[in-house]
């Protein structure tokens, strides 16, 4: 039996079902580009841990500054006996997200423990309860952040009530609303919000500027600035969850930049701390400062080790300028698969930005959905070592996520095995 074979064995007598795993394969090691399971066998890495190691795992920096603090001290909790790494990453914060003005940050250790300070921050500071969240969006998985969430299966189902004050307003989808522009798509949403909401309850409108697990759904233009001038006239914070959008994997710091927004709040972690858990919440100070001292916080948020990974990840962004580095990967990335789809391989649509792009699958000649052939491509991709997700609302998107130091060899390979899974 393979060592996988058994752990997997030991793995379904020990771990709860719930938590899945895309393959079945265990990991030995991981590098800039691939990863090796204890079999030897080498995977092609298209998917950073979702879009976590975008600079790489076991990124030499980042490697260094966790062995290094480890040795000094590994926890003594912020809110107890502060440390410089804490405020250093709150720095960066501050200095990397769009928006000149006065701001203030906080740490926490998983996206949606981020998200769901953010609603407390805007809701304290608003005296307002209504959340505004999109169609297709996803915000997390803990009670709040499944009420934010849009997709019942495999995120919400049955572990309901959920939280209320929730609402959802339908999203600039350019594929799937009848090629709405972004200020028609705008106006439909603002329509529903200022009819079943009322813009003088709203504390937050709440967005991914590129959706992730709904499907690398990427509004039309002018969607999102409509909707931040909106909710700036309304009151209304507007909060960017850029957890799986930030820290360079769009082609930009954060892809709010794309359409030069500055949202009130951003949340951000995923690829913040090279493979470290740790998130934050970053925005305008009177927002951020208006939380009495002791109402935000937590035990292990801007824990130090994360915190020095944290800043060694972003120095190495900064170094190897992976801003440009994920544009590169577009470059070669959506020609190729563009070129794919002139085969006629039933691709809806080729869209994403930087490294995070993604193929909508559908039905020969038509527009369903397709969410079978996309497991299967999927599972084809898997079997010829080439790790890939899938996600959107229908199941039937897949999603590239390669860690933005890829070399090109490793992305033109992972180009080869996914042409060959299409085909067959
Ligand atoms: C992953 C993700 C989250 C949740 O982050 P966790 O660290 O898994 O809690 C929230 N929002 C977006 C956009 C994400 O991609």
């Known amino acids: 039996m393979s060592h996988s074979a058994d752990l ?18 265990y990991v030995a090691q991981a590098g800039g580009g691939t990863l090796t399971d204890v079999d030897g066998r080498e ?9 976590v190691t975008n600079v790489g795992n076991a990124a030499p920096k980042v490697v260094e500054a ?38 203030r940050a906080a740490l926490f250790n998983s996206g949606a423990e981020a998200v769901e300070n953010a609603v407390k921050i805007a809701r304290h500071a608003t005296g307002r309860q209504a959340v505004v969240v999109f169609d297709h969006a996803y915000h997390g998985r803990t009670n709040l952040t499944m009420a934010l969430t849009a997709k019942n299966m495999p995120y919400k189902h049955r572990f309901g009530p959920f939280a209320p004050e929730v609402y959802r307003a339908p999203m600039s989808y350019p594929l799937r609303d009848g090629g709405l522009d972004g200020a028609e798509a705008a106006r439909r949403a603002i329509d529903v919000i200022e009819k079943q909401v009322g ?35 309304a009151g209304a914070v507007f909060i960017a969850d850029e957890i799986q959008t930030g820290f360079c994997r769009t082609g930009q710091w954060f892809a709010s930049e794309h359409e030069n ?4 709040l951003i949340t951000t972690a995923k690829g913040m701390g090279g493979g470290l858990p740790i998130a934050g919440v970053v ?3 009177e927002l951020m400062d208006a939380v009495h001292a002791g109402g935000l916080g937590g035990t292990y948020g801007g824990n130090p080790v994360a915190c020095a990974a944290a800043l060694a990840a972003v120095e190495t962004m900064r170094e190897l300028d992976l801003a440009s580095a994920a544009r590169r990967i577009e470059s070669i990335l959506v020609p190729a698969l563009v070129a794919i789809n002139d085969q006629d391989q039933g691709i809806a649509e080729v869209r994403g930005r930087g490294a995070m792009i993604a193929i909508e699958l559908v039905t020969p000649g038509g527009n369903e959905p397709d ?5 299967a491509v999927s599972k084809a991709c898997h079997d010829a070592g080439l790790l890939t997700l899938t996600c959107g609302t229908y199941g039937n998107v897949l999603r590239f996520l390669p860690p933005l130091v890829i070399p090109d060899a490793d992305l033109h390979r992972g180009l080869d095995i996914l042409r060959e899974a299409l085909r067959n």
């Open 43 to 51: 995977w092609i890495d298209f998917a950073s841990g979702i879009a």
């Open 66 to 103: 966790v062995r290094a603090q480890v040795e000094r001290f590994t926890h003594t909790c912020f809110m107890v006996a502060p440390y410089e790494s804490y405020v250093a990453v709150c720095e960066q914060l501050i200095e990397l997200t769009p928006g000149s003005y006065e701001k």
């Open 283 to 285: 925005g305008r100070a």
């Open 8 to 25: 997997h064995k030991r793995r379904l007598a020990a771990v709860a079902r719930g938590v899945g795993s895309t393959i079945s394969s």
């Open 371 to 375: 969410p079978l052939r996309t497991a």
């Open 199 to 233: 813009a003088g309850n709203v504390a937050a409108v709440l967005i991914e500027p590129i959706q992730g697990e709904g499907g690398f759904v990427v509004p039309a233009p002018g969607f999102l600035p409509a909707l931040a001038a909106w909710a700036a006239e």
């Open 261 to 264: 927004l500055t949202p009130d």
